[in-house]
């Protein structure tokens, strides 16, 4: 057992440690930072913690937007804690070490002829933190992280690890599924597979005021659909994915029709990270121009069909960095909420260059989930990080806050006690357990004392 810290030169030997979030919208110097490689280091840290009345958070790859994980006291990291524990065939689960990268966990399932259900369009961060936080994809048959949990195991603020699942300290893992690491530290993670897949994925310009009116139509029959609108135009691009199940007699390799290499490049890294980069910093500089940049930007947008693993379709590299505020609202709402945030926008003389991103997910039954009770449209707002996204941002935060719109847990809101208490059924029953499992609040930082502490 051993707990590692992070290695420094010489002159560096006496510098605090410095973090920041990936957007570096917030920063931390906490007092330590910690790698524990094993359960028992990572008990160990947290008896630590309680024994010196310390704070502790747990950070992966900062890629949440919020100051979740910023701490002036111990800041654990679990990078050394990762990989996979075991795949279950029989009853489609498998079981992970929570620091282990969303980015791994293709490669680690393919030898077993399986693979996660649905994910997100990036994927650096710890699976911990993707289930902490209610990280989703898109499709109306499919939920989020926190919804495809099947059991955890967690070190509480009494250094004991235990394991939680419907049969095993059941109430808990009801309530602490998604939990912004308020509950303790989870160390391993359960989460439901299915067979190994293909997408066949289909992406065109489409007219924005047809996407949007029909989006919760469309939703019910299409496996995968998402579509993307840059302000001040009058097109959309949609990603529209259908699974193709994979067998013995069907090889992934002989299915596959992946984008070349060179077309890769082109539109991933040139156009979508490069250009879009470059559009970024003008559209500072000159914002009336922005306009037609995006007008622009959409003549050059790639229609193409292609056939990949999931993660290669999923996921989208983003080399542009960026602030993001995301709502989900109930998924009949979208066409209204949508013409709302259009004509809020016009008006207001604002000039956005970042597009908003639409997606959809399956109702569960996580207290905490954006997806609670309701099939959900997702609404992510984007400002360059190079801009203010403040007045961006307090534009549609009422727009979306007024359709009964519940913000994603690591991406900006503004959101305090009270009002998560209108958002959610179950907030209460939520607070009251986490106050018994961590009555010391050692878990806790500003930020989540804001959202969780009347």
Same mark, same amino acid.
């Given at each position: ?15 605090? #440690? ?21 359960? $028992? $280091?990572?008990? $160990? ?34 990078? #050394? ?9 029989? /009853? ?5 070490? +929570? ?12 030898? #077993?002829?399986?693979?996660? $259900? ?5 994927? !650096?961060?710890?699976? =911990? ?39 095993e300290n059941a109430e808990t893992f009801h309530l602490a599924r998604l939990s912004l690491g308020t ?12 067979? =190994? ?14 996407? +949007? ?44 029709? !992946? ?52 993660? /290669? ?68 707002? #984007? ?53 018994? =499992? ?17």
């Open positions: 057992m051993t707990l590692r810290t992070r290695t420094r030169t010489k002159r560096a030997a006496t510098a605090p #440690h410095s973090w920041s979030t990936w957007s570096r919208q917030y920063t931390a110097t906490p007092s330590e930072f910690l790698q524990p490689d094993s359960e $028992a $280091a990572i008990s $160990a840290a947290v008896t630590r913690a309680a024994d010196t009345n310390t704070a502790l958070r747990v950070v992966g790859a900062g890629h949440s937007f919020t100051p979740a994980a910023v701490t002036d006291g111990i800041q654990l990291n679990l990078d #050394h804690h990762a990989g996979l524990v075991n795949v279950n065939k029989l /009853k489609g689960e498998v079981t992970l070490k +929570a620091g282990t990268r969303l980015r791994d966990i293709p490669a680690l399932l393919r030898p #077993h002829g399986v693979a996660l $259900a649905n994910q997100g369009d990036v994927d !650096p961060q710890a699976v =911990a933190g993707a289930v902490s936080t209610g990280t989703h994809g898109t499709g109306l048959g499919f939920t989020g992280f926190c919804g495809m949990l099947r059991s955890f195991r967690m070190v509480g603020a009494d250094g004991v690890a235990r394991t939680y699942s419907p049969t509950f303790g530290v989870l160390t391993e993670i359960t989460l439901a597979t299915v067979p =190994a897949y293909l997408l066949v994925a289909d992406e065109r310009p489409v007219p924005f005021a047809e996407i +949007a009116d029909t989006f919760p139509e469309r939703c019910q029959t299409a496996d995968h659909l998402e579509f993307y609108w840059f302000p001040h135009t009058d097109v959309a691009l949609v990603k529209h994915n259908t699974r193709l199940p994979l067998d013995q007699a069907a090889s992934a390799d002989v299915l596959r029709q !992946p984008i070349g290499p060179m077309q890769n490049f082109i539109d991933e890294e040139l156009i979508n990270n490069g250009v879009h980069g470059l559009v970024c910093r003008l559209g500072r500089r000159i914002p009336a121009a922005i306009p037609h940049i995006n007008r622009l930007a959409n003549k050059f947008v790639a229609e193409r069909t292609y056939v990949d693993y999931p993660h /290669k379709v999923f996921v989208s590299p983003r080399r542009v960095r960026f602030n993001e505020m995301e709502y989900a609202v109930p998924l009949a709402q979208l066409p209204t909420v949508l013409a709302e945030i259009r004509r809020a926008i016009d008006a207001s003389g604002l000039q956005i260059s970042f597009p908003l991103e639409i997606r959809s997910a399956k109702a569960d039954d996580v207290p905490l989930s954006t997806a609670y009770d309701r099939d959900s449209a997702y609404i992510a707002v #984007h400002q360059w990080y190079g801009s203010s996204f403040r007045e961006y941002f307090a534009l549609l935060e009422p727009i979306l806050r007024a359709a009964g719109g519940r913000p994603h847990w690591g991406k900006l809101h503004t959101l305090r006690f009270a009002d998560l208490q209108q958002a959610y059924p179950l907030f209460d029953d939520y607070v009251a357990a986490r106050e018994l =499992a961590d009555p010391a609040g050692m878990f806790l930082n500003d930020y989540t004392r804001r959202l969780f502490l009347m």
